[in-house]
C-alpha cells in the first residue's frame, strides 16, 4: 500500500533516473560478440578499421564513454568526453574535459577545437564512436569564422531570457557554430562513424538533440531571421553580418541531408524520456498506485502546465478520474521560463511554486517535478515538493508564495520551506519527470 507520498514521490523519481542510467542503456543497446559489434539490426567488423575513437559530449558523457571503454577494450585508439563542470572523472583511455553549461564558455571552445583536431587526423578506414547526451550543444562550442565567444553566449542568453523553446535555441546555436548542424559529421567525413543519442527533446528528433552535431539540419538561415524578429532581438555587428550573408547565399548553410559528410554516419537512440517514465511507472505500481503515463511530451510555460496538472489533481480528487484511488500519475517533457524577474530557479522549481499555489486547499496530494540530470535550472536543486503542507509553511514564515513566482524566485522560496529535492548530479539528462501523487 502507499505509504507517505513524499517518500514514495522520491522513490519513483530514483527509479525513473535508474532507468535511463548513460552506462546501461549504451550496454543495453551494444552487444559485442568477437570482433563484430551489433547496435540495433546493423552489425559492425571491428577488425576492418585502422583505427576507433570516442567523441562525447554532454552530461552524460562521462559515463557513456564509460561503457564504450569496456565493450570496446584494446580495440579503442583514443577519445576525447566533454562533460558539465562537476560531472567529470577520470576514464581509462578516452581524456575528460570539462565546461560550461548552459552559457558556453572558453573551455567549451578549446575542448571543440581538441575535437576538431582529432577528427582532421582520421581517414577511410577509421571509426568514430559519438556519445551524444543533453547539454551538449553548450558544452562543445566553436563559433564560425568572425563570431566571437561573447557573440555566441551574448545571443544565448537573450534566448533563455525571452522564453525561446529549445528547437529555436539551437536553430540559432547551429548557424554560428561551425561542429552543430550536421558540422561535426563533416569533419569526420569521410570516417564512418556511429553516433549513439540519449535525447533530452520532445519527440527525440535528432537533429535537435545537442543542435544536431551529426545530422543533416532542417533549419536554414531564413528560420533564424524569423527567430530574431519573433523575439525583437538586437544582433552585434558580427552576428547581423553573418545572418545577412547566410540570406543572400554568400555563406554557406549547414550540411542538409543528401551531403556527401552523411554517407557513413549511423545513428542509434539509446534512451529517451519514455524510458525513465516506464521505470517510474515500474515503482508507482509496486508502492500500490493505480498508474499512468499521460505524456512524455510535455511542454509549455511551467506556470501555466503546472495549472493544468492541479486541474488533474483536482478532477482525481472530486471524480477519481481518470484513474481509482490512490493514483500516481505521471508525465514528462520539457517546459520553459520566461524570465521577468530577478529571483533564482529552475523550470521543475517554477512549475511546483505554481502547483502550490493552485492546489493548495488539496489535502493528501503531492506534485514532485525533477530534472533527470539533477540540475534544474542554475541551482543546485533538481526540483521541489508541492503540497498543501508547503503552502502552510510558507504562510507560517511569512513567504508570499505568488510574489516569489512573479520574481521567479522558486528556489529561495523551497530553500526556506525546506521542500528542495536535492539528487546531486545524476550523470544522465533526458528532461524532467512529474510525478503527481493522489491518496
Do not use: W
Not at 577488425?47 to 558523457?61: D, L, P, Q, R
Not at 520532445?202 to 531564413?222: A, M
Not at 535550472?377 to 503540497?387: I, N, R, V, Y
Not at 521567479?408 to 539528462?429: A, Q, V
Amino acid at each position: 500500500m502507499p505509504g507517505d507520498l513524499r517518500s514514495d514521490a522520491k522513490e519513483i523519481i530514483s527509479q525513473a533516473i535508474s532507468g535511463v542510467d548513460p552506462y546501461s542503456c549504451v550496454h543495453r543497446a551494444v552487444r559485442r560478440e568477437g570482433d563484430r559489434l551489433n547496435i540495433g539490426m546493423s552489425s559492425f567488423d571491428l577488425s576492418a578499421y585502422e583505427n576507433i575513437y570516442i567523441v562525447a559530449f554532454g552530461k552524460a558523457s562521462v559515463t557513456m564513454s564509460r561503457a564504450l571503454e569496456e565493450i570496446l577494450g584494446d580495440n579503442l585508439s583514443g577519445g576525447c568526453a566533454i562533460t558539465k563542470y562537476n560531472f567529470g572523472s577520470s576514464l581509462k583511455t578516452v581524456k575528460v574535459m570539462e565546461a560550461a553549461h548552459p552559457i558556453p564558455d572558453e573551455n567549451g571552445v578549446l575542448a571543440a577545437k581538441h575535437i576538431r583536431a582529432l577528427l582532421e587526423k582520421t581517414g577511410t578506414n577509421d571509426l568514430i564512436f559519438f556519445l551524444i547526451s543533453g547539454g551538449g550543444s553548450a558544452l562543445m562550442t566553436l563559433p564560425r569564422k568572425g563570431i566571437s565567444l561573447s557573440d555566441f553566449v551574448n545571443l544565448t542568453n537573450k534566448l533563455l531570457h525571452v522564453g525561446a523553446t529549445i528547437y529555436e535555441l539551437n536553430t540559432i546555436r547551429k548557424h554560428l557554430s561551425a561542429v552543430k548542424g550536421g558540422g561535426l559529421a563533416k569533419m569526420a567525413y569521410p570516417s564512418e562513424s556511429i553516433s549513439l543519442i540519449l535525447s533530452d527533446v520532445v519527440g527525440d528528433p535528432l537533429d535537435v538533440i545537442s543542435s544536431g552535431p551529426t545530422v543533416p539540419d532542417r533549419s536554414t538561415f531564413d528560420d533564424f531571421q524569423e527567430i530574431v524578429e519573433r523575439y525583437d532581438l538586437k544582433l552585434s555587428p558580427a552576428v547581423q553580418g553573418l545572418l545577412e550573408d547566410g540570406l543572400e547565399g554568400v555563406v554557406e548553410d549547414t550540411p542538409k541531408s543528401g551531403g556527401p559528410a552523411f554517407k557513413r554516419c549511423h545513428h542509434y537512440l539509446v534512451g529517451n524520456n519514455y524510458v525513465a517514465l516506464q521505470g517510474a511507472e515500474d515503482k508507482a505500481i509496486e508502492l500500490g498506485y493505480n498508474t499512468l503515463i499521460l505524456t512524455s511530451s510535455l511542454v509549455g510555460e511551467a506556470r501555466e502546465v503546472a495549472k493544468v496538472l492541479a486541474s488533474i489533481a483536482r478532477e482525481e480528487k472530486k471524480r477519481y478520474m481518470p484513474l481509482a484511488l490512490p493514483a500516481c500519475i505521471l508525465t514528462g517533457g520539457e517546459t520553459t521560463v520566461t524570465i521577468g524577474g530577478r529571483g533564482k530557479g529552475g523550470r521543475c522549481q517554477e512549475m511546483a511554486l505554481s502547483f502550490v499555489i493552485e492546489a493548495q486547499d488539496l489535502k493528501d496530494t503531492l506534485f514532485l517535478p525533477a530534472a533527470t540530470d539533477g540540475n534544474d535550472g542554475p541551482t543546485d536543486a533538481a526540483g521541489a515538493f508541492a503540497d498543501s503542507y508547503t503552502m502552510e509553511k510558507g504562510r507560517d514564515l511569512h513567504i508570499d508564495a505568488r510574489t516569489m513566482l512573479q520574481e521567479n524566485n522558486s528556489y529561495d522560496f523551497f530553500k526556506e520551506t525546506g521542500d528542495l529535492l536535492i539528487t546531486g548530479p545524476t550523470g544522465t539528462n533526458v528532461m524532467d519527470v512529474y510525478v503527481l501523487l493522489i491518496k
